[in-house]
């Protein structure tokens, strides 16, 4: 069943943060659906629809930002009551606006997710977990990563409480006090959780979680361990580009079918309705897409412009709400023998519309004529620079091994630079109608990349994908320009680290050929903690509880693996690509002298995953070097066929590559310098190999390049042949 959507925006507040919007009915008036949100500026308001205007019901200001806001009351009965965190506070309101409820939870944190179950209030900062009831400290929990979200299963069907957090380091833990009874393992970190079909399913054990690379996901939760139900893969269809991470989510029956469909936000603007054709069993269908411009903060689904016709709430990061209605537009417009008749309604809401374009437009005029009279006075007077707000991310993509940095503004974007003091490359993104130009830069200088990205009018989000080399770690840096007066620009920086193609992972393969470094001398655990930080990415900043971590991660471009382990005065690393090894040697070395600790560094290479590596890289080479050709060919072939009025007596390798074509060079624009970093990959692992034998061999990397221009009629063997020759 195909779904058909309208979009109606309602009103524009303030700056808002995740889950920040919500939908509750008003018992007192039969169909009517009240909104509740909560925005930068601290102001809390509700709104209601009636006949086509908006009607505020109450504001009550916070005195600091509303992180995040929730609906609550007693087990069993209607959800009536607003609770909002402001700060470390949490502060509840009636329906009428009056605050029944200042509760100050005395966290070190500042609130970043919250959860109401009847009595029972759970909280979360960056690391820390609270669980109050009836506003009494009862249980507390140190995260080892930083959490994302929480909810709980709900108690009316499951008998007792059980928060769930989901934390940055992949996995939802599952707590019973204050101790992690089970952890779940996740295939990317959680951003968002909600109850399946929003009551956890048939028994209360079920729950979705939304991942920051686009992933859905079910769990069934069990008294010791859980069973995944079923995973989405986070790609979009044609192409398979990667969706935006998930916002959040809600179920409501959009399709009438009687059965509630899924309601998905994502941090790209992208809104989704997905059916459940087979209940829990398998990952449901995608009914319904559309884009905003910004990224969606919350969604709810109900009843709020027009009774009878269902649709989805939303808010956005710069502050708009809006609907996404069943209700046909041309509902109040008739035609009758070519003349368009509009309602009365119609009308009115056209006549109002205008006059408050035309009052905007007078406002701004009349701000203007002040602002230009002001900066032409004689009489001293202050300039001051505007406040905006940034909304950045820059995380990596394991599909593809690249970062995908999203800058959102809220106001308008004239143009972004970007600067970078280490060799980078900037991919396609197929969202983004910037135009980029690029100026020259003095390697000598420390500047490797200057590229202006001037934005299209309107535009308030940007999207620029980024390949970083490993073994080459230094800062890259935002400019941001608003088109606002006085001219001003915001200075965001981003640390490229030297294994930052590396990612976490839960599992590590024993049976692989490994090198292994040992590190031993006169340091802490949280000093050799923050120097795995510096050269890795995903790990937490805060150092790890107890006496001993480890992490394991895997390498995005070539799926080798890296296992750390280390405590206070010795740190063991182990991986199955000598080049990894290689650039943790010589990083922590360099970050140990800079500290004055002294170092005794021993190593073991195996001659076996020089070999494994290769047998690595000899596919994606393969594929690599076969595209370039296809690629390179498609010029030629499509002037024969220009020529040619029967193109048959062409091979069917080259009538392949014809049909193809667009899709090989759009394949080929992707990944402009794939074929380099490879080679890079290969030339490095050759200088590593000798270079732990203390051999210096840069003088036969010419000759190494040589066998990788001919590699398409060469062997692996070949290949192998020349690194195992002395």
């Given at each position: 069943?195909?779904?058909?959507?309208f979009?109606?925006?309602?009103?524009?507040?303030c700056?808002?943060?995740?889950?920040?919007?919500?939908?509750?009915?008003?018992?007192?008036?039969?169909?009517?659906?009240?909104?509740?949100?909560?925005?930068?500026?601290?102001m809390?308001?509700?709104?209601?629809?009636?006949?086509?205007?908006?009607?505020?019901?109450?504001?009550?200001?916070?005195?600091?930002?509303?992180?995040r806001?929730?609906?609550?009351?007693?087990?069993?009965?209607?959800?009536?009551?607003i609770?909002v965190?402001?700060?470390?506070?949490?502060r509840?309101?009636?329906?009428k606006?009056?605050?029944?409820l200042?509760?100050?939870?005395?966290?070190?944190?500042e609130?970043k997710?919250?959860?109401?179950?009847?009595?029972?209030?759970?909280?979360?900062?960056?690391?820390?977990?609270?669980?109050?009831?009836?506003?009494?400290?009862?249980?507390?929990?140190?995260?080892?990563?930083k959490?994302?979200?929480?909810?709980?299963?709900?108690?009316e069907k499951?008998?007792?409480?059980?928060?769930?957090?989901?934390c940055?380091?992949?996995?939802?833990?599952?707590m019973?006090?204050?101790?992690?009874?089970?952890?779940?393992?996740l295939p990317?970190?959680?951003?968002?959780?909600?109850?399946?079909?929003?009551?956890?399913?048939?028994?209360?054990?079920?729950?979705?979680?939304?991942?920051?690379d686009g992933?859905?996901?079910?769990?069934?939760?069990?008294?010791g361990?859980a069973?995944?139900?079923?995973?989405?893969?986070?790609t979009?269809?044609?192409?398979?580009?990667?969706?935006?991470?998930?916002?959040?989510?809600?179920?409501?029956?959009?399709t009438?079918d009687?059965?509630?469909?899924?309601?998905?936000?994502?941090?790209?603007?992208t809104?989704?309705?997905?059916?459940y054709?087979?209940?829990?069993?398998?990952e449901?269908t995608?009914?319904?897409?559309?884009?905003?411009?910004?990224s969606i903060?919350?969604?709810?689904g109900?009843?709020?412009?027009?009774?009878?016709?269902?649709?989805?709430?939303?808010?956005?990061?710069?502050?708009?709400?809006?609907g996404?209605?069943t209700?046909?537009?041309?509902?109040?417009?008739?035609?009758?023998?070519?003349?368009?008749?509009?309602?009365?309604?119609?009308?009115?809401k056209i006549q109002?519309?205008?006059?408050?374009?035309?009052?905007?437009?007078q406002?701004?005029?009349?701000?203007?004529d002040?602002?230009?009279?002001?900066t032409?006075?004689?009489?001293?007077?202050?300039?001051?620079?505007?406040?905006?707000?940034?909304?950045?991310k820059?995380?990596?993509?394991?599909?593809?091994?690249?970062?995908?940095?999203?800058?959102?503004?809220?106001?308008?974007?004239?143009?972004v630079?970007?600067?970078?003091?280490?060799?980078?490359?900037?991919?396609?993104?197929?969202?983004?109608?910037?135009?980029?130009?690029?100026?020259?830069?003095?390697?000598?200088?420390?500047?490797?990349?200057?590229a202006?990205?001037?934005?299209?009018?309107?535009?308030?989000?940007?999207?620029?994908?980024?390949?970083?080399?490993?073994?080459?770690?230094?800062?890259?840096?935002a400019?941001?320009?608003?088109?606002?007066?006085?001219?001003?620009?915001?200075?965001?920086?981003?640390?490229?680290?030297?294994?930052?193609?590396?990612?976490?992972?839960?599992?590590f393969d024993p049976?692989r050929?490994?090198n292994v470094l040992?590190l031993?001398?006169?340091?802490t655990?949280?000093?050799?903690?923050?120097?795995?930080?510096?050269?890795?990415?995903?790990l937490?900043?805060?150092?790890?509880?107890g006496?001993?971590?480890?992490?394991?991660f895997v390498?995005?471009?070539?799926?080798t693996?890296?296992?750390?382990?280390?405590?206070?005065?010795?740190?063991?690393?182990?991986?199955?690509?000598?080049?990894?090894?290689?650039?943790?040697?010589?990083?922590?070395?360099?970050?140990?002298?800079?500290?004055?600790?002294?170092?005794?560094?021993?190593?073991?290479v195996?001659?076996?995953?020089?070999?494994?590596?290769?047998h690595?890289?000899h596919?994606?080479l393969?594929?690599?070097?076969?595209?370039?050709?296809q690629?390179?060919?498609?010029d030629?072939?499509?002037?024969?066929?220009?020529?040619?009025?029967?193109?048959?007596?062409?091979?069917?390798?080259?009538?392949?590559?014809l049909?193809?074509?667009?899709?090989?060079?759009?394949?080929?624009?992707?990944?402009p310098?794939h074929?380099e970093?490879?080679?890079?990959?290969?030339?490095?692992l050759?200088?590593?190999k000798?270079?732990?034998?203390?051999?210096?061999?840069k003088?036969?990397?010419?000759?190494?390049?040589e066998?990788?221009?001919?590699?398409?009629t060469?062997?692996?063997?070949?290949?192998?042949?020349?690194?195992?020759?002395?």
């Amino acid at each position: 069943m195909e779904l058909t959507l309208f979009t109606y925006n309602y009103i524009q507040d303030c700056i808002s943060a995740s889950l920040m919007l919500t939908i509750f009915v008003d018992c007192s008036q039969e169909h009517q659906l009240q909104i509740v949100i909560g925005d930068h500026d601290g102001m809390v308001q509700l709104f209601s629809m009636k006949r086509g205007e908006v009607q505020i019901g109450f504001r009550a200001q916070a005195n600091k930002p509303i992180t995040r806001l929730e609906l609550g009351g007693a087990l069993g009965t209607v959800k009536d009551k607003i609770f909002v965190s402001s700060g470390n506070e949490v502060r509840g309101y009636t329906k009428k606006g009056k605050q029944f409820l200042g509760f100050d939870t005395n966290l070190t944190e500042e609130i970043k997710s919250m959860h109401i179950s009847g009595s029972d209030l759970l909280v979360c900062g960056d690391y820390v977990y609270n669980h109050y009831h009836d506003c009494q400290d009862t249980n507390y929990f140190l995260s080892p990563d930083k959490i994302n979200d929480v909810i709980t299963l709900p108690a009316e069907k499951v008998k007792s409480l059980v928060p769930v957090l989901a934390c940055e380091d992949r996995l939802l833990r599952v707590m019973r006090d204050s101790e992690v009874l089970y952890s779940v393992e996740l295939p990317s970190p959680p951003s968002a959780l909600q109850l399946f079909y929003n009551d956890g399913g048939e028994n209360g054990d079920q729950i979705l979680y939304g991942t920051t690379d686009g992933k859905i996901g079910l769990v069934q939760l069990g008294r010791g361990s859980a069973i995944h139900r079923w995973v989405s893969d986070g790609t979009s269809s044609p192409g398979g580009n990667r969706k935006g991470g998930v916002t959040c989510m809600d179920h409501h029956d959009m399709t009438g079918d009687g059965v509630r469909d899924l309601l998905v936000g994502r941090d790209d603007g992208t809104v989704e309705v997905y059916s459940y054709e087979d209940g829990d069993e398998a990952e449901p269908t995608l009914r319904f897409s559309t884009a905003c411009n910004e990224s969606i903060t919350s969604i709810q689904g109900g009843i709020v412009g027009n009774a009878g016709y269902d649709e989805i709430i939303g808010s956005t990061y710069t502050g708009w709400v809006f609907g996404l209605t069943t209700e046909p537009m041309d509902r109040h417009m008739t035609s009758e023998s070519g003349v368009v008749h509009i309602s009365q309604e119609s009308r009115q809401k056209i006549q109002k519309l205008r006059g408050e374009i035309d009052s905007l437009q007078q406002q701004v005029l009349k701000e203007r004529d002040r602002y230009q009279a002001a900066t032409q006075s004689q009489f001293p007077g202050i300039s001051a620079v505007p406040f905006f707000s940034v909304n950045d991310k820059m995380t990596l993509n394991r599909s593809d091994a690249s970062y995908l940095l999203s800058l959102e503004v809220q106001t308008a974007v004239d143009n972004v630079l970007l600067q970078s003091d280490v060799p980078i490359d900037l991919l396609d993104v197929e969202k983004n109608s910037a135009v980029v130009s690029y100026s020259t830069c003095d390697p000598e200088s420390g500047n490797f990349l200057l590229a202006t990205y001037r934005c299209q009018a309107n535009t308030t989000r940007l999207e620029v994908r980024i390949r970083t080399i490993e073994g080459q770690y230094g800062t890259l840096q935002a400019y941001i320009t608003p088109r606002l007066q006085p001219k001003c620009c915001q200075v965001r920086q981003y640390r490229i680290k030297p294994l930052s193609l590396h990612s976490r992972i839960h599992t590590f393969d024993p049976n692989r050929p490994y090198n292994v470094l040992t590190l031993k001398g006169q340091f802490t655990l949280p000093e050799i903690h923050s120097w795995v930080v510096f050269c890795l990415p995903e790990l937490p900043e805060r150092t790890p509880a107890g006496e001993q971590a480890e992490f394991t991660f895997v390498s995005t471009f070539l799926d080798t693996q890296l296992q750390c382990q280390y405590e206070a005065g010795e740190a063991v690393f182990r991986s199955d690509n000598i080049s990894t090894i290689s650039i943790l040697k010589d990083v922590l070395t360099k970050e140990a002298t800079r500290k004055k600790v002294r170092l005794d560094i021993s190593c073991e290479v195996s001659e076996e995953s020089v070999v494994h590596a290769l047998h690595l890289l000899h596919p994606r080479l393969e594929a690599q070097l076969m595209l370039a050709k296809q690629v390179s060919l498609i010029d030629a072939l499509r002037e024969v066929a220009a020529h040619e009025s029967d193109t048959s007596f062409l091979s069917p390798e080259y009538q392949n590559i014809l049909d193809k074509a667009d899709n090989l060079q759009t394949q080929y624009r992707k990944q402009p310098c794939h074929l380099e970093r490879l080679y890079g990959m290969i030339t490095d692992l050759y200088i590593d190999k000798y270079k732990f034998k203390g051999i210096n061999v840069k003088s036969r990397v010419p000759q190494l390049l040589e066998i990788l221009d001919n590699y398409g009629t060469l062997e692996l063997q070949h290949l192998i042949n020349f690194f195992q020759a002395p």
